[in-house]
């Protein structure tokens, strides 16, 4: 059995649909889905992250899947708390005697009962101390903000579980809205058009990759097309449809404007000193969503200001979540207890 003094300190991207760990001085170590498959009659734990994601739609009745965090937050306790040292313990395998501390993002709109809840399955299952931070500001210090900077940011982080406008400046959150609408949202949404549209039953990991591959708001896109398999049902056989990627255009539309709404209601908020700033530098995506083709500029189109997005922006929240965890007493004001 493994055994040390002191496990490596950790920061952790507890997201909806996926977990991202940060390993002390070595960098992002898992990157998994949120997920768990557990035995029907007696709710044992048979797979977690990327084992239980292959499962999903392909589960024999006495298996069922379980997602932990929904919308941001934690849904099942005992399960988030599982999973959690399920990677804990995949990272520092073993016992250790001085157990580690970590950094959680949380999304800035959760309540206090549910920051108690992250704070408290951490803890259980298996580190000694906790820091959460704004999932939104995380992304942020992600992709190169300074928590010194003035100057006022206006940043959009669209996940699988919220969708969140924030203005931040000087390591704060000015002004903010939050909706627990994202990619998840959407691939419900694809199950739904595909069922009343086309009579075809699709599963949630299908609709995941239309949203991916052909779900788009550029019109140079219209024609994009892809192959999409499922049952009919009609008669119940396996069936294949040519999808266009005009046809979702009525999902993707009004999530889109939906993100605009919240930005206009987050600029009415914004102190005029910081509104210069966003005049100047735009906006930045962060989070996985930020990933739909079209967005960012159907987004600018609306607002008329410019977006930046990083290469991989679902991994903006982690790396940022890193470099705190790297130099805690640099934002040690957001620091829970
Ligand atoms: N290329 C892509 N096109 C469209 N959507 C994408 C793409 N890549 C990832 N996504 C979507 O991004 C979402 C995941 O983003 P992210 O990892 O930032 O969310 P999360 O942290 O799990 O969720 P949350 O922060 O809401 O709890 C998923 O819905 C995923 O399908």
Redesign the pocket.
């Known amino acids: 059995m493994n055994f040390r003094i002191i496990a490596k300190d950790l920061a952790i991207?507890?997201?909806?649909?996926?977990i991202?760990v940060y390993k002390k001085g070595e960098g992002v170590v898992i990157c998994e889905p949120?997920l768990l498959v557990l035995d029907h009659q007696n709710k044992a734990i048979k797979a977690i992250g990327e084992p239980a994601k292959d499962m999903i739609g392909k589960t024999p009745d006495d298996i069922i899947v379980q997602k932990p965090?929904e919308?941001?937050v934690i849904s099942d306790f005992n399960l988030t708390e599982a999973m959690l040292n399920y990677f804990f313990q995949k990272i520092n395998p073993g016992f250790s005697v001085i157990q580690p501390r970590v950094v959680v993002c949380v999304?800035s709109g959760i309540t206090d009962i549910e920051k108690r809840a992250v704070e408290d399955a951490s803890l259980h299952a298996g580190s000694r101390d906790v820091i959460m931070v704004d999932?939104s500001l995380a992304a942020l210090f992600g992709i190169g903000l300074s928590p010194e900077d003035p100057r006022g940011v206006l940043a959009l982080?669209?996940?699988?579980?919220?969708?969140e406008v924030c203005l931040v400046s000087l390591n704060g959150i000015v002004a903010s809205k939050t909706m627990n609408l994202?990619?998840?949202y959407?691939?419900k949404e694809i199950v739904s058009f595909l069922r009343n549209n086309k009579k075809i039953e699709i599963g949630i990991n299908t609709a995941?990759n239309i949203?991916?591959e052909i779900?788009s708001l550029k019109i140079s896109d219209k024609e994009k097309s892809m192959n999409v398999e499922g049952r009919d049902l009609i008669d119940a056989k396996p069936k294949r449809i040519k999808l266009r990627s005009e046809e979702l255009a009525e999902i993707i539309l009004p999530f889109a404007d939906k993100i605009v709404d919240m930005i206009y209601l987050v600029l009415e908020k914004t102190p005029p000193e910081l509104s210069a700033d966003i005049k100047n530098d735009g906006f930045i995506m962060?989070?996985?969503?930020s990933?739909?083709?079209g967005l960012k500029e159907f987004i600018e189109k609306k607002i008329d200001l410019k977006g930046h997005v990083s290469d991989n922006?679902?991994l903006d929240?982690i790396k940022g979540a890193g470099i705190i965890l790297e130099d805690p007493d640099r934002f040690f004001k957001y620091k829970s207890r």
């Not at 991207?13 to 996926?18: F, I, M």
């Not at 982080?157 to 969708?163: E, K």
């Open positions: 991207d507890l997201g909806t649909s996926s991202e949120s965090i919308k941001g999304p999932e982080n669209l996940g699988a579980g919220t969708s994202g990619g998840d959407i691939d995941e949203k991916k779900l962060t989070g996985g969503l990933n739909i083709k922006p679902e929240a």
